[in-house]
């Protein structure tokens, strides 16, 4: 177990991403986590899609007590460990589904690999099986199903199964009241997902995420680098809670520099 962001968090010890970038840096991928923290300022619920052990559900959940979190994750061990994470710190607010999402209700199977595994256990998905593990059987649910009344900001982080889980929420979609945080791999799929929401009149913007920032609370022995998630922020009017590219069009490359991504200079990263 380790510290970060004030608040309690198990994983598993030999995870290479998550884990260990809350290990020895007390943090992971804080500018997204802040930007979710601001879209959440006017109450509403959070829903995570592929929580992990609830590096955003947890924080979210701490810092807004009224909301309620809903974190959906697929792998049964890291399910256990995020409710672990959330009965810890006492956060009644969130609330934790085994459970997987996609275009339809229905059982998959999902891999399962041991706690004791060296991998990143982040990149766990139907496309991914680090260390060619066993699997298992999951539900699959939707996120119109799952979604609370109200939902405010919706975050989508399955490894190249984004397309599914959005095809599953076509009520969502159209009530146009979510903002939505999506990993973005560069990829047909990815600029498809960004197109939907181009077509559908929404804002969006480039959302790239460092894994660790200069200003990290630890950094005992931790490299600075600019390693991490590129996401897109689609938002359903307005402008983002801070200072972002806008993307004008799908096949839009994500900037290759920080000059591109103006709030990480507030993590202590240095324009080029």
Sequence with gaps: MTRAYGLDFLFPMADEVVGASLRRAGEFARPELDVIDKLMAKGGAFLDVGANIGTMAVPIAARHPAARVVAIEANRHLAMILSTNALANRLTNLDVHHAAAGATAGLARFPAPSLESAINFGALSFRGNPGSAP??????????????????????????????????????????????????????????????????????????????????????????????????????????????????????????????????LDYGFRSA
Excluded at 166 to 180: D, E, H, I, M, V
Excluded at 185 to 214: C, E, H, M, R
Excluded at 219 to 227: E, G, K, P
């Design 135 to 264: 699997t298992e059987t999951v539900r699959m649910c939707t996120l119109d199903e799952i979604a609370p009344p109200q939902t405010r900001v919706i975050k989508i982080d399955v490894e190249g199964h984004e397309t599914d889980v959005l095809a599953g929420a076509p009520n969502l979609l159209a009530s146009r009241n979510q903002s939505w945080v999506i990993e973005h791999k560069g990829d047909a799929n990815s600029i498809a997902i960004t197109q939907k929401f181009l077509d559908a009149g929404y804002g969006v913007f480039w959302l790239f995420a460092p894994f660790v920032t200069p200003n990290a609370t630890k950094r005992t022995d931790v490299q600075t680098s600019v390693s991490g998630d590129t996401n897109i922020l689609a938002i359903p009017g307005g402008e983002p809670p801070v200072p972002m590219t806008r993307i004008h069009s799908a096949n839009d490359t994500r900037p290759g520099s920080i000059d591109g991504y103006p709030y990480l």
